[in-house]
C-alpha cells in the first residue's frame, strides 16, 4: 500500500482560512454505510440524523497557546511550536531556523525569559526554559495559538476562542481536535433533548499531526506519540449504550484512535498513557459505529484512517463529491458524518 494511493487534489481556494461566524453552520455530508446516497446538510441539522440513546463521545483536550519566537546567540530568528509540556519548565518542541540550533545554545525570547536546548531526537528538541512563571501559565500569556500551516494569515484575537472546543478543560495539545469546533452550547442543548448521551476522552494532539508522511511504502511509516486517557466511566458508558442498542459516535479521528487504543481484541479497557497507533486500511474499527469528522489532507494518515473504517473507496467518493460542491476544507473547513462499512442501520 502506498502513499501516493491516497493522494486527491484539492483547488486551493476551498482550504478554510477562518471559521464561520457561527459554529454549527457547518456544511455536512452524510455519508451512510454501504452505497446509500450522500447527504447535503448542516451540522445543526445532528439532532435529526441521531437516535436517542445514541452516545457521542467528545475529545476535551485543551489547546495550548504554543507558537513562540525567539533569536538565537548568534542573531539568528527562531520559532518555536511546543510539543508536549514537560515537568521542571521543560518542553519538547519542533524548532524552525535557518541552521538548526545545537546542544547547549540558548534562545532569547521575543516575550521575554530564554530556552536552552538540552537535546535532539527525530526532528524533536528538548527544551529546558528559564522563565518568571510556570511554564504552562507563561504560555497562556505570551504564546501565539498555534493554527496549522496551511492557513496563511497570523492568528488573530478570534482564534484564542474559535481554535478550541466549547467543552476544552484538559490543557495539553498543541493543535485542536477539530471536529470538536462545530459543536456551540446550543447545539450540545437540542442534542441532549433528543437524548443523546455525551462521553469524553482526552488525548492531546501533538504537533506531529502535520508532520508529512516521508516513506513511500505506508507500512514502513511510524506514528508520533500522543498521550491519552480513556476512564473506567466512559468505558461502563459505552457499554451501556450498546446493551440498550444505541450507536457510539466519534467527534474525530482522535477519539477513534483513543479508543483503538485502549482497546485489546476488540474490547475496550480503560487506559492512560502514550499511543502510537496507525490505523490505515486492513485495519478493523470495532469501538465506534459513527464518526463525525473534518476533511483531511491528502496522503495523510488522519485520511488513511476514515478510509479504514468506511472503505477508501467510498470515502474518496464523498471526497470528489464534496470538492465539485465546493465544502470548505481542514480545520476550520466542513465536516461529514460517516458511518462506517459494519455500522448498524443510520
Known amino acids: 500500500m502506498k502513499k501516493s494511493d491516497f493522494h486527491f487534489d484539492l483547488p486551493e481556494h476551498l482550504i478554510a482560512q477562518a471559521p464561520l461566524a457561527e459554529r454549527s453552520a457547518s456544511r455536512l455530508l452524510v455519508v451512510p454505510p454501504g452505497q446509500g446516497s450522500f447527504d447535503d446538510r448542516q451540522v445543526r441539522d445532528l439532532p435529526d440524523l441521531l437516535q436517542p440513546g445514541d452516545l457521542l463521545i467528545f475529545n476535551d483536550t485543551r489547546v495550548i497557546p504554543a507558537r513562540l519566537f525567539g533569536q538565537k546567540d548568534s542573531g539568528g530568528r527562531v ?12 518542553a519538547r518542541a519542533q524548532i524552525g ?8 545554545g540558548r534562545i532569547q525570547l521575543d516575550a521575554g525569559g530564554s530556552a536552552e536546548v538540552i537535546s535532539r531526537d527525530e526532528g524533536f528538541y528538548h527544551l529546558r526554559f528559564e522563565l518568571d512563571d510556570t511554564l504552562e501559565s507563561w504560555l497562556l500569556k505570551a504564546g501565539r495559538m498555534p493554527l496549522p500551516p496551511y492557513i496563511r494569515r497570523e492568528p488573530g484575537q478570534d482564534d484564542a476562542e474559535r481554535y478550541q472546543t466549547v467543552f476544552a478543560r484538559e490543557v495539553g495539545a498543541v493543535a485542536a481536535p477539530t471536529a470538536g469546533l462545530h459543536f456551540d452550547d446550543a447545539l450540545l442543548a437540542r442534542l441532549r433533548e433528543r437524548g443523546v448521551q455525551f462521553g469524553h476522552v482526552t488525548l492531546h494532539v501533538g504537533a506531529g499531526t502535520f508532520l508529512p508522511m516521508r516513506v513511500e511504502d505506508v507500512r514502513e511509516h511510524r506514528m508520533h506519540s500522543e498521550w491519552l486517557n480513556v476512564g473506567a466511566e466512559l468505558v461502563a458508558q459505552i457499554r451501556r449504550t450498546r446493551e440498550a442498542g444505541g450507536r457510539v459516535i466519534a467527534v474525530g479521528t482522535t477519539v477513534v484512535r483513543a479508543l483503538e487504543s485502549a482497546s485489546v481484541d476488540g474490547e475496550l479497557h480503560p487506559f492512560a498513557g502514550e499511543t ?9 474499527i470495532r469501538s465506534v459505529d459513527a464518526m463525525v469528522t473534518n476533511f483531511h489532507l491528502s496522503e495523510s494518515t488522519l485520511l488513511m484512517l476514515v478510509s479504514a473504517f468506511a472503505g477508501k473507496d467510498r470515502v474518496f467518493a464523498a471526497y470528489d463529491h464534496a470538492v465539485q460542491a465546493e465544502y470548505r476544507f481542514f480545520s476550520y473547513g466542513d465536516a461529514m458524518l460517516l458511518w462506517g462499512a459494519h455500522a448498524p442501520a443510520a
Not at 531556523?97 to 547547549?104: E, I, N, Q, T, V
Not at 502510537?276 to 478493523?284: A, D, T
Open 79 to 90: 520559532e518555536i511550536l511546543i510539543e508536549r509540556l514537560l515537568p521542571d519548565n521543560e
Open 97 to 104: 531556523a535557518s541552521k538548526s540550533p545545537r546542544p547547549g
Open 276 to 284: 502510537q497507533i496507525f490505523i490505515f486500511p486492513g485495519y478493523r
